[in-house]
């Protein structure tokens, strides 16, 4: 009886794949967070050498471990019934709990750092907890239980780098992450209990890739908002506003080569796959690549926006050069995910940015960009023109699993 009512709280068969206006609402708290991000990475703009690398990985220790609670928010929703009351009271504390992350964020490693790490730990400990209480008898129970136990045992070290001096923060943070992402990516292990590995869940496959596309727009439309905010707090000039055009445009074909076929197709490829875990799993990893590299991307417009013809600084092109690259570099990864091919146009856009980089720290950063949207232009170009006249593709990842794995799915 008790297995009956924690299977209610499973997702049937027949639940709608589309994401819920709950998840939409719980994304907002995600963009203010996104935008933090984003504003640190900003502020590395006058950084150079170890200051830059110690800065940048900061940031980037911050995003990943918000990454990471968005991240298993969506394939909660996926494995559970969204509409439930105890879901829905998950996704809305989740959803609080980044709130605070993000207002947290510009002083997360200093001052601010015990409410981040208090905020973090609600999410990672006490949120399967619950899930498993309200999962009663059920047998699936004991992954929500997995989840809070390894959680517990990175906590000291958030605790620690939270409390403890300043200069062991860093180490200490870097530490809990490895052991909250190495526990995912090893399925959890636990004494007589094994492992649980998330290639193998049951999950709504259509629905993840909805989330993921979501992130992705909601990344893009953070882009969008630096580009706003930062043209209009800075004094008018033609050659600002020939900067904020380029940026925009350099942000719609971020757009397009994502959705040109791989990404538009995502949803219906996690639809036909016999395991959609395990391609969601892959998928999951590319789009934090994606994610960040158009959060890094968004600095590269503030600062040419700020300074369109004035010097490149060499860490500038961090952002103005190496975000677009990181994209290209993830797009030819998401072009495999769903069809079994290596992208050849994204390879050589990826290449063509290398070589322009020694000599962009010569010219204006106004220039910088204005080359790597031209190079963004001809990738789309090329996909575009490469399609054409060809029928529909057709999903074929090679990572879906083979039926004789279908067995060995967890329930």
Same mark, same amino acid.
């Given at each position: 009886?008790?297995?009956g009512r924690g299977a209610q709280l499973l997702r049937p068969p027949t639940s709608s794949g589309r994401a819920t206006f709950l998840e939409?609402?719980?994304?907002?708290?995600?963009?203010?967070?996104?935008?933090?991000?984003? *504003?640190?990475?900003?502020?590395?703009?006058?950084?150079?050498?170890?200051?830059?690398?110690?800065?940048?990985?900061?940031?980037?220790?911050?995003?990943?471990?918000?990454?990471?609670?968005?991240?298993?928010?969506?394939?909660?929703?996926?494995?559970?019934?969204?509409?439930?009351?105890?879901?829905?009271?998950?996704?809305?504390?989740?959803?609080?709990?980044?709130?605070?992350?993000?207002?947290?964020?510009?002083?997360?490693?200093?001052?601010?750092?015990?409410?981040?790490?208090?905020?973090?730990?609600?999410?990672?400990?006490?949120?399967?907890?619950?899930?498993?209480?309200?999962?009663?008898?059920?047998?699936?129970?004991?992954?929500?239980?997995?989840?809070?136990?390894?959680?517990?045992?990175?906590?000291?070290?958030?605790?620690?780098?939270?409390?403890?001096?300043?200069?062991?923060?860093?180490?200490?943070?870097?530490?809990?992450?490895?052991?909250?992402?190495?526990a995912w990516a090893l399925g959890w292990p636990l004494p007589r209990l094994g492992v649980s590995k998330v290639a193998r869940w049951r999950?709504?496959?259509?629905?993840?890739?909805?989330?993921? *596309? *979501?992130?992705?727009?909601?990344?893009?439309?953070?882009?969008?908002?630096?580009?706003?905010?930062?043209?209009?707090?800075?004094d008018y000039s033609k050659l600002r506003a020939a900067a904020f055009a380029v940026a925009f445009a350099t942000s719609a074909l971020l757009?397009?080569?994502?959705?040109?076929?791989?990404?538009?197709?995502?949803?219906?490829?996690?639809?036909?796959?016999?395991?959609?875990?395990?391609?969601?799993?892959?998928?999951?990893?590319?789009?934090?690549?994606?994610?960040?590299?158009?959060?890094?991307?968004?600095?590269?417009?503030?600062?040419?926006?700020?300074?369109?013809?004035?010097?490149?600084?060499?860490?500038?092109?961090?952002?103005?050069?190496?975000?677009?690259?990181?994209?290209?570099?993830?797009?030819?990864?998401?072009?495999?995910?769903?069809?079994?091919?290596?992208?050849?146009?994204?390879?050589?856009?990826?290449?063509?940015?290398?070589?322009?980089?020694?000599?962009?720290?010569?010219?204006?950063?106004?220039?910088?960009?204005?080359?790597?949207?031209?190079?963004?232009?001809?990738?789309?170009?090329?996909?575009?023109?490469?399609?054409?006249?060809?029928?529909?593709?057709?999903?074929?990842?090679?990572?879906?699993?083979?039926?004789?794995?279908?067995?060995?799915?967890?329930?």
């Open positions: 009886m008790a297995e939409l609402f719980f994304d907002l708290a995600f963009v203010v967070a996104l935008t933090r991000v984003s *504003q640190r990475f900003a502020a590395l703009g006058d950084d150079t050498g170890w200051a830059l690398v110690l800065g940048f990985g900061r940031t980037l220790l911050l995003f990943l471990a918000l990454w990471l609670i968005w991240s298993h928010t969506a394939w909660i929703t996926s494995r559970y019934e969204p509409e439930r009351p105890v879901i829905q009271a998950v996704v809305i504390g989740t959803m609080f709990a980044g709130l605070i992350i993000a207002v947290t964020l510009p002083r997360a490693m200093e001052e601010r750092a015990l409410p981040f790490t208090v905020a973090y730990l609600m999410v990672m400990v006490v949120r399967p907890l619950v899930i498993a209480a309200a999962l009663r008898g059920h047998p699936r129970r004991l992954v929500p239980i997995r989840l809070a136990v390894w959680a517990s045992v990175s906590a000291p070290l958030w605790l620690a780098g939270a409390l403890g001096p300043d200069d062991l923060c860093l180490p200490l943070w870097v530490a809990a992450l490895a052991v909250d992402y190495g999950i709504a496959g259509t629905h993840l890739a909805d989330r993921y *596309q *979501q992130m992705f727009l909601i990344a893009l439309g953070e882009s969008i908002l630096v580009i706003g905010v930062v043209f209009s707090g800075a757009w397009r080569i994502y959705f040109h076929c791989a990404g538009l197709l995502l949803t219906d490829a996690l639809g036909r796959v016999v395991m959609p875990a395990r391609l969601g799993l892959a998928s999951e990893r590319t789009h934090l690549l994606i994610v960040l590299s158009v959060l890094v991307t968004a600095v590269g417009y503030e600062l040419v926006i700020d300074h369109p013809f004035g010097r490149m600084r060499p860490s500038w092109l961090l952002f103005v050069v190496g975000g677009p690259m990181l994209f290209l570099l993830a797009r030819v990864r998401l072009e495999y995910e769903v069809f079994g091919r290596i992208s050849r146009s994204h390879l050589i856009g990826v290449v063509a940015l290398l070589l322009c980089t020694p000599v962009l720290v010569l010219w204006a950063p106004m220039i910088g960009l204005s080359i790597v949207a031209g190079v963004l232009a001809v990738v789309a170009l090329v996909d575009a023109l490469g399609r054409w006249g060809q029928p529909a593709d057709v999903p074929a990842s090679p990572i879906g699993g083979a039926i004789a794995d279908v067995g060995d799915s967890e329930a």
